[in-house]
């Protein structure tokens, strides 16, 4: 039972990690470039 759960836990961490980290580069990069995004690219990466 403990090594069903620890490979579970091992594959979400390995599939949230990434995600996370992206997302942190892509606010990040927001932040940066705020000024040079204008409403449609705003729009396109809320859809």
Do not use: G
């Not at 961490?13 to 990040?28: F, G, H, N």
């Amino acid at each position: 039972m403990q090594k069903i759960f620890r490979r579970l836990y091992n594959l979400i961490s390995m599939d949230i990690s990434p995600c996370i980290i992206a997302e942190k580069i892509t606010l990040r990069s927001l932040y940066d470039h705020s000024t040079l995004i204008d409403n449609h690219s705003t729009l396109t990466l809320r859809s």
